[in-house]
C-alpha cells in the first residue's frame, strides 16, 4: 500500500455551495486522501474546520453510510435529536436514509481536524434539513428541493 504524501494533496477549501448557504462553511477546507489514494469504493477526506466554521449545511444522505472520526480539536454535532460535543478520539456514525440531519461546528477557539468516509454511491441523493437545498452524487450540483437549478450553477 502506496504511502500519501499530504503535501501532495490538493486543500479545497469551502463547501460549492451557492451563496449565501456557502459563507458558513467558507474556511474550512478538505484533502481528499481516498482519491488520492486511488480508492473508488469509499472516500476519506482529511477535514479541516477553524473556529467559528460549519462543516457542511444540515444534511442527511439517501444511499451512503457516513462516518467522522475526530483527530484534533472540539465540535458540536448538531442532529434532529439535539446537540453532542465531539472531541479528539470521538467518532460519530450517520447510517443512510434515516433522514436524520446532521453538520458540525466548531464552537471552541482552536482548529478542529477529523476525517470524514462515505461509501460513494452514485444513487445517493443528499438533502438538507433546514434548508431548500438538495444535490445528487451523480453530478454534484446542487438545486431547490423542487429540482429547480439555483441561479449560476
Not at 488520492?36 to 472516500?43: H, Q
Not at 477529523?114 to 431548500?132: A, F, H, W
Request: glycine share 12%; net charge negative; charged share 20%.
Amino acid at each position: 500500500m502506496p504511502k500519501i504524501d499530504l503535501a501532495t494533496v490538493p486543500v479545497r477549501p469551502g463547501s460549492g455551495y451557492p451563496p449565501p448557504f456557502d459563507a458558513p462553511c467558507a474556511a474550512r477546507t478538505r484533502r481528499r486522501l481516498g482519491d488520492a489514494g486511488g480508492l473508488s469504493d469509499f472516500g476519506v477526506n482529511l477535514m479541516t474546520l477553524p473556529a467559528g466554521s460549519w462543516s457542511s449545511q444540515r444534511h442527511w444522505h439517501s444511499h451512503e453510510d457516513e462516518l467522522v472520526y475526530i483527530l484534533e480539536g472540539e465540535v458540536t454535532l448538531i442532529e434532529d435529536g439535539g446537540e453532542t460535543i465531539l472531541k479528539a478520539g470521538d467518532c460519530a456514525t450517520f447510517a443512510k436514509n434515516t433522514g436524520n440531519g446532521h453538520h458540525m461546528i466548531n464552537r471552541s477557539s482552536a482548529m478542529a481536524v477529523y476525517l470524514e468516509v462515505g461509501s460513494r454511491n452514485p444513487q445517493d441523493l443528499i438533502t438538507c434539513s433546514d434548508i431548500d437545498m438538495m444535490s445528487g452524487s451523480s453530478d454534484g450540483r446542487f438545486v431547490h428541493k423542487d429540482g429547480t437549478p439555483y441561479t449560476g450553477s
